[in-house]
């Protein structure tokens, strides 16, 4: 049998990729005087909140192909998925089985955002985070990213997103009914003090700029959450 390659010493490095420190992500320092920050060439960890049908995964994807500096795209329904037999189907309902694979799939998300970020790549991530529900809340990705990871809301009308929702098919697919109470309940980040971009009469492009100019701002000032 082939002998395994010895681990590094220091349990640190892989090949030429260095691993994320044990300590998350920091928290950006305000920015010094009224110079808005060039957010297309800093280094950033964003995460893109929304309901179903708000367009997150497009306008990320969007938005990180189109950056002049490496950046990822971490989509945690994507991961989600990638458990196959057994998989806690979201159409189903909410129960203790999908709990823990949303925390599972946050975790594996959250450790791939501090490896990229490690490696000199930023990173967006997507997810529905619901502002009342501590179990899929800011806290988690906090405690898996780091206080430096910027949170943004994605909030067009109930209209948009249930003409998208219609759109589309298998697991994405939810009921009218889940995506108006999904929707519903997103209104809460209303007076969060965390930036809400309402994308319902905007195309991708606009909501990728709207979305740079929030960035901006959250690196000038940073929310509190």
Known sequence: MPVPPPAPLDGGTASSLQLP??????APSPATGTVRPDVTHV??????????????????????ERRPVPTAHI??????EWVRSGFADPRSGWDDRSEAQYRLAR?????????????????????????DRPAVGLGGWKRH????????????GLDVVL?????R?????????????????????????????DNSRHDVA????????????????????
């Open 21 to 26: 420190a044990d300590s998350m992500v920091p």
């Open 43 to 64: 280094g950033v960890a964003v995460l893109l909140i929304g309901p179903a049908g708000a367009g997150k995964t497009t306008v990320a994807r969007f938005w990180a």
């Open 75 to 80: 989509s945690l329904d994507d991961v989600r």
């Open 107 to 131: 975790r594996t998300c959250g450790f791939a955002a501090r490896n990229y970020l490690a490696n000199g790549i930023s990173c967006i991530l997507d997810d529905a985070v619901f502002p």
């Open 145 to 156: 990213v780091g206080p430096g990871l910027i949170p943004i809301v994605l909030l067009p």
């Open 163 to 167: 003409e998208r929702n219609a759109a």
């Open 169 to 197: 098919s298998g697991t994405r697919r939810l009921s009218d009914e889940e995506v108006a109470t999904i929707h519903g309940r997103m209104a809460g980040w209303y007076g969060s003090g965390l930036p809400i971009i």
């Open 206 to 225: 606009t909501t990728a700029r709207m979305l740079d100019d929030a960035v901006a701002r959250s690196l000038m000032s940073p929310p509190q959450w």
